[in-house]
């Protein structure tokens, strides 16, 4: 069951990869999370040469997200004016980013670089998701309700100029932090290969104070958006996109992500997202591993130049 | 230069001795990699033609060489910095074989001497690039062994002494051509030796090509790459919509 992908140039176990997009699937689908910090790692695991797991894993983000984004769009849970605010930001980040996975490719760094990157951010979303679910875990067993959070927006936000009125998410509010949310979005996705959903919808609620009815609608369509410029910049600069691959990642993702919609309706969240944090840093100290453990092989071999 | 060196050899071989000459073929001169490809093996298969009949196997070898086409290769050394282990020295080679495959009767070293297999590039260890990025062979010289280790660990470089003879004249060696193969012409090499030198040779071109869809893909992704980037978030987004289209009938 073995099938060559054009630009990573190798022959993988096609059902290998689409029970692995399966099961990442599964669990976005369940936690409502993009699942790219998960699948990305997996595909290098896997063998797939990173930057290539990087600019692909985009490509599906814009499908995962697209049908995500259709179904909030629908309930009018879309905050367009923030999306597009942020959108602007986005894009400018993915260029940056683009350009700047282009430069350590040449380097010789981009793997180093993308396995960093992960443990980085695997290791502080990952310990914030334990963190906060062990807390609540707690509380609910001894029979407390989670502390109540303030409401207040913080003094530094409401201080920036550029002030606009965003009606759907009635904010009034300056463009300055949403653009800046934007831009580190778009550079994770174009670095990392993650749509970013773990860090904005947190600072949408916490830092913007969006309600949290059309958080999960905007996040999305700025991620379509965002991932869709970075798949297309890196196939156009990097020449980083797989489109066999994508595919299967697609095909995969979309059918783990069904299950996991019915599924979540059944299972308790707080323990799911324990597990899923467990997951997370789990990858990254495999990751993190790889960095620090000496190589069985110190030399490493590019193709390319003349 | 090789080949110049390959047709004076010829002439050389036909004048000279006359005794023992050479014809040899391949099973195949296209390997196609298609969507199901999981690697081949071609076969070198030939004869050796003695106008005498004295002429008698021992002193007699046959070596068999097949090589990529040329490659650009960049070798990087880790080093550890600060607990992690960081590419640090880079090596750049030029037209290195992408793929080497050698396959001798006897081990090299049996069958002729070193500055003989350097001469016609013959085994692993007389591989050598066209140019490097360096003027000091000697600070080049592990990154070259590295770049021929790493070669042979993904199976795309190698040397045997599985050559099979059938009968006294006729001989054969499969050749593995694995999926990981660069594109391109690559040439198939007989060499006869008598008593360790080259008395007759023939070199064979050999295409390696990517056909169907993979071929196609490939092309477009580095002809149009913006065009292809749009493709692909095409494709993206009709999944996506499609698969919103189903979770809306379900529910």
């Known amino acids: 069951m073995e099938i060559y992908l054009p630009i990573a140039e190798m022959s993988v176990h096609w059902l290998i990869l689409l029970s692995m997009a399966a099961a990442v699937g599964f669990l976005s689908g369940m936690l409502g999370v993009g699942g790219g910090f998960l699948l990305t790692p997996l595909l290098i695991f896997y063998g797939i040469p990173s930057e290539i797991a990087v600019a692909t894993t985009a490509s599906h983000l814009t499908a995962s997200s697209m049908s995500g984004a259709i179904a909030q769009w629908r309930r009018k849970a879309v905050d367009f004016k923030m999306a597009g605010v942020m959108l602007a930001g986005g894009l400018v980040g993915s260029w940056f980013g683009v350009i700047l996975s282009g430069l350590l490719r040449a380097a010789g760094q981009s793997e180093i670089a993308i396995s960093a990157g992960y443990v980085v951010l695997l290791g502080t979303v990952g310990g914030l998701m334990l963190n906060e679910s062990v807390r609540t875990l707690l509380a609910a067993r001894a029979g407390l309700s989670p502390p109540p959070r303030h409401q207040k927006q913080y003094a530094w936000v409401r201080s920036l100029p550029g002030k606009i009125r965003f009606r759907q998410s009635r904010l009034y509010i300056s463009i300055i932090p949403p653009i800046v949310l934007g831009v580190v979005v778009g550079l994770l996705s174009a670095i990392l290969g993650v749509g970013g959903g773990f860090v904005i919808v947190p600072a949408m609620i916490y830092i913007l104070r969006m309600p949290t009815n059309v958080v999960m609608g905007t996040s999305l369509v700025q991620i379509v958006f965002v991932t869709a410029m970075t798949t297309v910049l890196h196939a156009a600069d990097n020449y980083t996109v797989d489109i066999v691959l994508a595919a299967i990642l697609v095909l995969g ?23 899923l944090a467990i997951l997370v840093l789990a990858v990254g100290l495999r990751l993190l591993y790889g960095l620090v453990a000496t190589p069985n092989d110190l030399y490493t071999l590019a193709l390319g130049g003349s | 230069m090789r080949a110049v060196l390959l047709a004076l050899l ?23 990699i298609t969507s199901n490809y999981t690697g081949t093996d071609i076969v070198v298969f030939g004869a050796i033609e003695s106008s005498d009949n004295n002429s008698t196997p021992t002193g007699r070898d046959v070596v068999v060489v097949v090589r990529g086409p040329d490659a650009g290769m960049i070798v990087r050394r880790k080093v550890r910095i600060a607990g992690i282990w960081i590419n640090r020295d880079a090596m750049r080679f030029g037209g290195m074989p ?49 770049a021929i280790h790493e070669r042979v660990v ?79 978030v095409f494709m993206a987004m009709l999944f996506g919509w499609l698969s919103s289209l189903i979770v809306r009938q379900q529910s």
Not at chain 2, 11 to 31: F, N, P
Not at chain 2, 112 to 135: K, V
Not at chain 2, 188 to 217: C, K
């Open chain 2, 98 to 146: 992408a793929y080497y495959f050698v396959s001798s009767t006897r081990p090299l070293a049996a069958v002729t001497t070193p500055q003989i297999l350097q001469r016609y590039q013959i085994g692993l260890a007389s591989i050598e690039p066209q140019s490097m990025s360096t003027h000091v062979p000697a600070k080049a010289e592990p990154f070259r062994l590295a």
């Open chain 2, 10 to 32: 010829l002439c050389l071989a036909a004048t000279a001795t006359g005794a023992e000459d050479l014809v040899s073929g391949l099973s195949q001169d296209q390997v196609e």
């Open chain 1, 253 to 275: 993702g979309a059918m783990g992500a069904q299950f996991g919609v019915r599924m979540a309706s059944r299972l308790r969240g707080e323990q799911l997202r324990l597990l």
């Open chain 2, 154 to 232: 993904s199976g795309l470089y190698a040397e045997t002494t599985n050559i099979e003879f059938l009968g006294y004249s006729l001989f054969r060696v499969r050749v593995p051509i694995p999926a990981t193969v660069p594109r391109g012409e690559y040439t198939a090499e007989v060499y006869l030796f008598r008593d360790g030198n080259v008395v007759s040779a023939q070199s064979t071109p050999l295409y390696v090509e990517q056909s169907g869809l993979e071929r196609r893909i490939y092309r477009f992704a580095h002809a149009s790459p913006l065009t292809y980037g749009f493709a692909a």
